[in-house]
């Protein structure tokens, strides 16, 4: 199993990015999907989950209003739009899969990690 995570880059604040998260594995349409962080220093946080329809999502507080997470099960492809960001957001981005078909806001919960995709927010 691959997740094979891309977009992140150096940005100003206040721009966005699209991170895209591609998987290899062929259940990817049961699974419940997530996107969490690790800012430097710092332990990984939740961002984003969205569960196996994309229906049903949720999101950090920290990120609500401004983050938008979707899937497209045909591409087996989940994505984090990234609007308004702040240099708070700075951090290694991480997708995440699980072998289930619901949303989770508990890394434990998942069963696969892709290598992460640098987010630098500039002030």
């Known amino acids: 199993v691959q997740l094979q995570a891309s977009g992140g880059g150096l940005v100003q604040a206040g721009g966005s990015l699209r991170l895209s998260c591609a998987a290899s594995?062929?259940?990817?349409?049961?699974?419940?999907m997530g996107w969490f962080r690790q800012a430097p220093g710092k332990g990984r946080e939740f961002v984003a989950t969205?569960?196996?329809?994309?229906?049903?999502?949720y999101y950090a507080d920290s990120v609500k209003g401004r983050f938008t997470i979707s899937r497209d099960n045909a591409k087996k492809t989940v994505y984090l739009q990234m609007n308004s960001l702040k240099p708070e957001d700075t951090a290694i981005y991480y997708c995440?899969?699980?072998?289930?078909?619901?949303?989770?806001?508990?890394?434990?919960?998942?069963?696969?990690w892709g290598q992460g995709t640098l987010v630098t927010v500039s002030s």
């Open positions: 995440a899969e699980r072998r289930a078909p619901t949303a989770s806001q508990d890394g434990i919960q998942y069963d696969y």
């Open positions: 594995i062929h259940t990817f349409s049961n699974d419940g």
């Open positions: 969205i569960n196996l329809s994309g229906r049903t999502t």
